[in-house]
């Protein structure tokens, strides 16, 4: 190449970046470092500098290229942007593909393509001469708006095609907001005192319906292509599948969860399988599209008030809804934080029906001016704890009262204090509260800590209420006939309990460090201080700048810790538990100096059956592997369980090593980590 000629040059490094912007953020496999592309994109912006005259509009560098607008322009669509038709169980499924039938006068069974029904923006993407000339949103079907300018700044979306892709042609999909960058806008939006984004969908909206595009080129956005229009340049695709496969070959972005189906039955397993991984996507979904995948009989099924009858959306449970906050309950935790939760009106949301939701704390009150009375939007995704979004203001009534914080305890009575700048408010009677003496034993015997079996949330308050224990040191002077003596327990439940706290004293020190219940000391932490301490005598011995020495042991953790050992109680709780009761873990005498399976990174994925997925985690990182929830070449080994999916898949694309339980279990032991088995006490 005549890299003398700024032209040539200019060239080149147009079709590199484009090639790397593909491989970064469509198939998120990037070949060159952020670093390397920065250069180049630099010098290519510098020759454009100087060259003025070679600058066009598909360059890379002219993303965020246009001047805000006043207005957008309005679009008419040559071919209506359909909506569909909507069912919510396989029996509804199971009629629908009879009416296609019927009207197809088909004896045999069709066949489907199935995609995730993302919540989005649909936006029409126009290449002429396989250049990107506008885009549009739906609008009501038949008219737009122009909003070119926002969806140039969608890196994932080329401004240019290759030259086997037909022209004119028109390009439908989905735009949104990953969730990631979702939770990323919000906190930075919390943090900054900026408006945060409700949900999603809603975000990708509000970014696209921005004047200034380069206030939507801030916006995480990205977009799932699922169509053409009719403007096809005379290409004539069969089937769904073989759109979707030209999408994809032109560099489009397009899901990578959409699968063709030999018949309705595979439908019903599709709509199954897509509702078990919901939430753990990275955008948001609110059903299946399944699609008759012949394109020859779509003409034939027609349609109906702009619904196609070839089409039809599964709908999953939504998992947001409107309810009424009937009240503010104010709960005391292990380390007396107090948590507002919000009494709410029972709602169905996200496939059960919910009456608590977190509020945080005070700050989040004050944010969302939340007032008892109000109308809320409630969130809820797997098993997350039900979020408060927001207040419908409109909704207000008169009468709504304002959310006060006690200045006693609920449960004790002492004083609520609040240290410092801390945005958490405490009760301060520390174990003199009944509850935080409760909590305490709950999490002393939770399954990450000492996972005492059959101990829960029920005994451990009916203990405490009758007085048999006051701290977990108690736990084990229990005997059969007090426990038997209680509410619901009997002789032999009594035994199995203290069974299971003789098996609890065999722990390691990880989980009886974690067991204490030290504040801002979580699992990991607990892990990284058994690694360095060995000892509990050295734990306790150790100050505040020797903790800090520790990796990943701040200032805030280091005085925490200092100051748990400090208070005399605690110290002796600690000590009695390993001295006396006989709390004991295996002392490892020689750490190697790295960790065997440093710098690794492992993906679980499927179920695992002799272990929980946070044990096999916990056992990971113990070797020095980090554990990533999604595959990319930077995966070291992926630990396919029974129902792996896409993540298997992706793996043996890439040829990284796929290990099943057993295999996993093997590597486990082989590395001095024996994971517990259930039939072995
Ligand atoms: S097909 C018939 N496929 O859902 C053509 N739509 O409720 C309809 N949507 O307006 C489009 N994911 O915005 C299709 N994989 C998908 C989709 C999808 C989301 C949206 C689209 C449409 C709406 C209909």
């Given amino acids: 190449m005549d890299r003398s000629e700024p032209r040539t040059e200019?060239?080149?490094?147009?079709?590199?970046?484009?090639?790397?912007?593909?491989?970064?953020?469509?198939?998120?496999?990037?070949?060159?470092?952020?670093?390397?592309?920065?250069?180049?994109?630099?010098?290519?912006?510098?020759?454009?500098?100087?060259?003025?005259?070679?600058?066009?509009?598909?360059?890379?560098?002219?993303?965020?290229?246009?001047?805000?607008?006043?207005?957008?322009?309005?679009?008419?669509?040559?071919?209506?942007?359909?909506?569909?038709?909507?069912?919510?169980?396989?029996?509804?499924?199971?009629?629908?593909?009879?009416?296609?039938?019927?009207?197809?006068?088909?004896?045999?069974?069709?066949?489907?393509?199935?995609?995730?029904?993302?919540?989005?923006?649909?936006?029409?993407?126009?290449?002429?001469?396989?250049?990107?000339?506008?885009?549009?949103?739906?609008?009501?079907?038949?008219?737009?708006?122009?909003?070119?300018?926002?969806?140039?700044?969608?890196?994932?979306?080329p401004f240019r095609l290759p030259a086997d892709a037909p022209s004119p042609l028109e390009v439908r999909g989905e735009v949104y907001m990953p969730i990631t960058g979702f939770l990323a806008f919000n906190r930075r939006a919390l943090a900054t005192g900026e408006r945060t984004i409700v949900n999603p969908r809603n975000g990708a909206a509000g970014s696209l319906r921005q004047l200034d595009p380069a206030v939507t080129a801030k916006r995480p956005l990205a977009m799932f292509c699922y169509s053409i229009g009719e403007t096809a340049g005379g290409w004539q695709p069969r089937s769904h599948a073989d759109v979707v496969a030209a999408l994809q070959r032109w560099g489009l972005p397009t899901n990578r969860r959409g699968s063709w189906q030999e018949n309705l039955n595979g439908c019903a397993d599709y709509v199954d399988a897509?509702?078990?991984?919901?939430?753990?996507?990275?955008?948001?979904?609110?059903?299946?599209?399944?699609?008759v995948d012949d394109l020859a009989l779509r003409p034939r099924l027609g349609q109906v008030t702009r619904k196609p009858r070839w089409a039809i959306a599964y709908k999953y449970p939504s998992e947001e809804a409107s309810t009424v906050l009937v009240d503010v309950d104010f709960q005391v935790g292990r380390t007396g934080a107090i948590t507002p939760v919000a009494k709410l009106e029972p709602v169905f949301v996200g496939g059960v029906t919910v009456s608590n939701a977190t509020l945080h704390n005070m700050d989040e009150v004050t944010r969302l001016d939340l007032r008892i009375g109000d109308t809320v939007l409630i969130h809820r995704a797997g098993d997350v704890i039900p979020q408060v979004m927001k207040v419908v203001e409109s909704k207000r009534p008169q009468d709504a009262r304002a959310v006060m914080m006690p200045r006693e305890c609920p449960v004790c009575g002492s004083a609520i204090v609040q240290e410092g700048d801390e945005v958490v408010a405490r009760c301060s009677g520390g174990l003199k509260c009944r509850a935080q003496r409760k909590e305490r034993l709950r999490h002393f015997a939770s399954r990450h800590a000492l996972d005492i079996e059959g101990l829960g949330d029920k005994l451990v308050d009916q203990l405490l209420a009758a007085d048999l224990v006051n701290g977990p040191a108690d736990l084990y002077r229990l005997t059969v006939d007090q426990i038997a003596g209680l509410e619901r327990m009997g002789v032999k439940s009594a035994r199995n309990l203290l069974a299971a706290l003789a098996a609890s004293k065999r722990t390691t020190f990880a989980r009886f460090i974690h067991a204490l219940g030290i504040r801002e000391v979580g699992e990991t932490t607990a892990a990284t201080l058994s690694r360095e301490f060995k000892t509990l005598d050295a734990l306790v011995a150790a100050d505040e700048e020797t903790l800090q020495e520790v990796e990943d042991v701040g200032p805030v953790v280091a005085s925490r810790i200092a100051s748990f050992f400090a208070d005399e109680t605690n110290r002796l709780l600690a000590e009695e538990l390993h001295d006396e009761?006989?709390?004991?873990?295996?002392?490892?005498?020689?750490?190697?100096?790295?960790?065997?399976?440093?710098?690794?990174?492992?993906?679980?994925?499927?179920?695992?059956?002799?272990?929980?997925?946070?044990d096999a985690k916990a056992a990971l990182n113990d070797l020095g592997a980090k554990v990533a929830a999604s595959v990319s070449k930077n995966t070291t080994v992926v630990v396919a369980g029974p129902g792996a999916g896409s993540k298997r898949t992706r793996a043996e694309a890439l040829g990284i090593e796929i290990m099943d339980e057993a295999e996993f279990r093997q590597r486990l032991a082989d590395l001095g980590k024996a994971t517990q088995d259930p039939d072995v006490p």
């Avoid at 009416?99 to 069709?110: K, T």
């Avoid at 509702?275 to 699609?291: F, H, Q, W």
């Fill in 10 to 157: 200019v060239a080149a490094l147009r079709e590199a970046l484009d090639y790397h912007r593909h491989r970064y953020f469509v198939l998120d496999d990037p070949e060159i470092s952020d670093a390397e592309y920065d250069a180049l994109f630099d010098r290519l912006a510098a020759l454009e500098d100087s060259h003025p005259e070679l600058v066009t509009s598909d360059s890379p560098t002219q993303r965020v290229g246009a001047a805000p607008s006043s207005q957008f322009d309005a679009v008419r669509h040559d071919t209506p942007m359909l909506s569909l038709d909507k069912c919510t169980s396989t029996d509804e499924l199971a009629a629908w593909e009879e009416r296609c039938r019927r009207l197809l006068d088909a004896d045999d069974e069709l066949s489907y393509f199935c995609e995730p029904k993302i919540d989005g923006v649909a936006v029409s993407l126009l290449y002429t001469d396989r250049v990107l000339v506008r885009a549009a949103t739906r609008g009501d079907g038949e008219t737009g708006e122009d909003i070119t300018s926002n969806v140039r700044t969608i890196p994932q979306i």
């Fill in 274 to 291: 897509l509702l078990a991984e919901r939430d753990s996507l990275n955008y948001a979904i609110d059903g299946a599209v399944i699609k």
């Fill in 581 to 614: 009761i006989g709390i004991a873990w295996e002392v490892v005498d020689e750490e190697p100096q790295t960790a065997p399976l440093d710098g690794q990174t492992w993906v679980l994925t499927g179920s695992l059956e002799a272990m929980t997925r946070n």
